[in-house]
């Protein structure tokens, strides 16, 4: 089941990666602020109608609204980046997942081995494959942040209809956008409609609907560490109008970096005190007088609530 969600979650990055070199040629017709109003309208009206039939959820709704100043910031952000991202905005806005797995230790006491690989060698990968570092800091670490707590928002909005909430997020960004463009969104450029219809579609509807529904059933650690297959497809699909980055190294710490987070891995640091409760629930009444029956002399159902599990990790043994 997991395999299934960590396959959607790849898919959105791989669209979010397909968006770019589309994006960058929609932007030598469309301002930036038309091209976003373009995209959300159509985004809105697509789900609006099949949420027709579906129902509308008015909460998700609204919860999707309140992550909208968000998302059009980090839209806003991507589509003037789109083509001229420089290694140091690609690096620090994808290091963002370095505090969600600090996050996912502190809540859960643990760090799971393929999380610290997977990220160590996504942003080797990026550093190593991207030129140039003179670029905006400042821009860079805003995107980190808009990311950190993008992907913080939709993972802790509990009981959120994936549609519903997609559809209030584009809602709101649209209303940004109308806003920001003065309600100006026909063009002379109407004849190039494709552009924003296709980007309604690839890069916000089909791969923000998976994405959050990665998050709900993964988490957000793992389902962020898929970004690497967005930089992967960006850079493939982007061949027709600039050449592939000649890094062997680069290309080969991706690969590990989007193979790793697809094995089993253990989690360290478990503690005790966690499991305690978890297996003495498990522990039924009847169990325990099966084991007392088989083992009258040394076994007494008080002597389990201290006694000792062990844990199996590959080269030593803990007591837990």
């Known amino acids: 089941m997991a395999k299934r969600y960590l396959a959607l979650a790849m898919l959105a990055s791989a669209l979010w990666g397909v968006s770019y070199p589309i994006t960058y040629l929609a932007l030598r017709l469309y301002g930036i602020e038309q091209l ?27 919860k999707g609204l309140a992550l909208s100043p968000i998302n059009y910031a980090l839209s806003y952000l991507y589509v003037e980046l789109s083509g001229s991202v ?23 006491r643990d760090v799971s081995i393929k999380y610290v690989i997977s990220a160590v060698t996504l942003l080797t990968g990026l550093y190593l494959l991207f030129q140039g570092y003179g670029d905006s800091i400042y821009i860079a670490m805003l995107l980190m942040i808009l990311n950190l707590a ?21 809602l709101g960004t649209l209303l940004i956008s109308l806003f920001m463009v003065h309600g100006a969104i026909i063009t002379s450029n109407i004849q190039y409609i494709y552009y924003p219809l296709a980007l309604a579609f690839i890069g916000n509807v089909i791969p923000y609907s998976l994405y959050a529904v990665s998050i709900e059933k993964l988490g957000p650690v793992e389902a962020s560490l898929t970004s690497s297959m967005e930089t992967v497809s960006s850079l493939v699909v982007s061949i027709p109008i600039q050449q592939l980055p000649n ?14 987070i697809s094995i089993e891995a253990p989690r360290f640091g478990v503690h005790g005190k966690t499991l305690a409760p978890i297996i003495r629930d498990y522990i039924n009444h ?35």
């Open 286 to 320: 009847n169990t325990i007088n099966s084991i007392r029956n088989a083992y009258p002399r040394h076994i007494n159902r008080d002597d389990m609530r201290d006694s000792p599990f062990i844990l199996n990790v590959p080269g030593k043994r803990k007591v837990i």
């Open 36 to 62: 976003l109003a373009s995209i959300y309208l159509f985004s809105t009206a697509s789900l609006a109608m099949i949420l027709a039939f579906n129902g509308f959820d008015r909460e998700s709704v609204v």
């Open 247 to 260: 890094n062997p190294l680069a290309w080969t710490l991706l690969t590990v970096s989007i193979l790793s």
């Open 86 to 108: 420089g290694g140091l905005t690609a690096l620090v806005s994808s290091s963002y997942i370095i505090p969600l797995i600090v996050i996912d230790y502190l809540l859960n």
């Open 150 to 170: 993008y992907t913080l928002a939709l993972a802790y909005l509990s009981h959120a209809d994936t549609l519903n909430l997609i559809l209030g997020q584009s």
